[in-house]
């Protein structure tokens, strides 16, 4: 009966272990609360079934500065798409940056 459980646990901590070795995100957004395109992509991802990461760059100045170091622009939404930046709303782009 221990041994079940001992089983047991070391299977769940390899699975977790697992979870978070995993790559970085596929899919980063940056954005703000009060842009527009940037509620219109969260909106188009989410029916594409994309999944994404969002960051706020205006309440994170970190990520605000990584978006810049990244690309040079200020300007919302910023996506990556494994490594590949895309500014401004841009499905085609995005799909073509996954077929890619």
């Known amino acids: 009966m221990d041994d079940d459980i001992d089983e047991i646990k070391e ?3 390899e699975e977790i272990q697992e979870q ?3 790559p970085e995100p596929e899919v980063e957004i940056f954005t703000t609360p009060t842009c527009p395109y940037c509620d ?16 706020d760059v205006a309440s994170d100045r970190e990520q605000a500065m ?5 690309t040079g622009q ?3 939404p910023q996506t ?8 401004g709303f841009q499905p085609k782009k995005i799909e073509a ?4």
């Not at 990584?66 to 990244?70: G, N």
């Not at 990556?80 to 500014?87: D, L, Y």
């Not at 940056?97 to 890619?100: H, V």
Request: glycine share 14%.
């Open 20 to 22: 978070d070795s995993g």
């Open 97 to 100: 940056a996954f077929e890619g």
């Open 74 to 76: 200020q300007g919302v």
């Open 11 to 13: 299977q769940k901590m």
């Open 40 to 55: 219109k992509l969260k909106n188009w991802m989410d029916q594409e079934g994309i999944d994404y990461v969002e960051h």
């Open 80 to 87: 990556f798409v494994g490594g590949e930046a895309i500014i």
């Open 66 to 70: 990584r978006m810049i170091q990244k």
